[in-house]
């Protein structure tokens, strides 16, 4: 990953936790990392502890920012979400996994936000 596609998803991380604010979510966690994995944003939605993925791109040559998030990738953020569950004793919250995507369509930036995008098999 070069520093310009770091750059990129780092603002996409930043406006997708202040969509997530604006939604009324509070955020309790950014960049949660456990081994060599990483969760962009943990955060409350009422009584649900939401784990989001955010993808953003800044053109569509590759597809749908969504199809980047694999079988592998949904796996990888399930492990990190039961290890952050368990080393903080939660056991009074349903959990969630979300995805934000955010991709430049026609000179505009659009935020879509996927609920519930993937559940832990």
Known sequence: MDFSTSKLGLEGEDQAAAYLQEQGYEIV??????GKGEIDIIAN???E?????????SNDAFG???YALTQ??????IRIAKSYV????????IIRFDVITIENEDGREVLEHIKDAFIDR
């Open 29 to 34: 966690a950014r960049n949660y990392r456990y």
């Open 49 to 57: 502890l939401v784990f989001v993925e955010v993808k953003t791109r």
């Open 72 to 77: 592998s990738k949904q796996k990888q953020i």
């Open 64 to 66: 749908h920012p969504v």
């Open 86 to 93: 368990y080393e903080r004793d939660i056991v009074d919250k």
């Open 45 to 47: 939605d009422g009584d």
